[in-house]
């Protein structure tokens, strides 16, 4: 199985901050890379797939990039709905398998 | 694009549960579909997958041989047939639209428990 991390697992940030979260596969998988917002209470978000290309509506506030192994989120000037909790995926290869998460709080 | 599961409930270890999850807002035999976990507390589990015809299925290892997805695409629904239920399966099941995980519904509760 292809495992996923995530760095940090928690970060306190202010609104107004720029945030950038990491995630690294234990093998190559191109860039079948997602991201996801979820936020307490509710279903996950899609914010980026391919790991660079911003899902539709989402604001350009979010940017991706990797490929292969290592990857980033970044929020450029966080706003208050974005403090949530952040999760990596890939679906390179079954069984599709999620980071642990990141808490930006 | 909407999704909603049905379902969940409080079941006792060893019994099984049928989740429902219905689709609308678009051409639902057009997709593969996927079902979600989050045990509470936790993160996010893929558990099964399930291509557009039906005729393929992929299970993780924590719930092969005793949960079984299905499709009914005449009637816009995806299925999760559960069995053998472990106090570990206790979590928020999600059915999400395949390939980029774009559409998730809000959520069934599962609850396995004596």
């Known amino acids: 199985d292809i495992q996923m991390t995530q760095s940090p697992p928690s970060l306190s940030a202010s609104v107004g901050d720029r945030v950038t979260i990491t995630c690294r596969a234990n093998?190559?998988?191109?860039?079948?890379l997602a991201w996801f917002q979820q936020r307490p209470g509710k279903a996950p978000k899609s914010l980026i797939y391919?790991?660079?290309t911003l899902q539709s509506g989402v604001s350009s506030r979010f940017s991706g990039s990797g490929y292969g192994t290592d990857f980033t989120l970044t929020i450029i000037s966080l706003q208050p709905e974005d403090f949530a909790t952040y999760y990596c995926?890939?679906?390179?290869?079954?069984?599709?398998?999620f980071g642990p998460g990141t808490e930006v709080d | 694009v909407h999704l909603e599961e049905s379902g969940g409930g409080l079941v006792q270890p060893g019994g099984s549960l049928r989740l429902s999850c219905a689709a609308s807002?678009?051409?639902?035999?057009?997709?593969?579909m996927n079902w979600v976990r989050q045990a509470p507390g936790k993160g996010l589990e893929w558990i099964s997958y399930?291509?557009?015809?039906?005729?393929?299925?992929y299970y993780a290892d924590s719930v092969r041989g005793r949960f079984t997805i299905s499709r009914d695409n005449a009637k816009n629904e995806l299925y999760l047939q559960m069995t053998s239920l472990r106090v570990e399966d206790t979590a928020v099941y999600y059915c999400?639209?395949?390939?980029?995980?774009?559409?998730w519904g809000q959520g069934a509760l599962v609850t396995v428990s004596s």
């Open positions: 999400v639209r395949d390939p980029i995980f774009d559409s």
């Open positions: 807002g678009f051409t639902f035999s057009y997709y593969e």
């Open positions: 399930i291509k557009s015809s039906g005729d393929a299925q």
């Open positions: 093998q190559g998988i191109k860039n079948y």
């Open positions: 391919a790991a660079s």
């Open positions: 995926h890939q679906y390179y290869d079954y069984p599709f398998t």
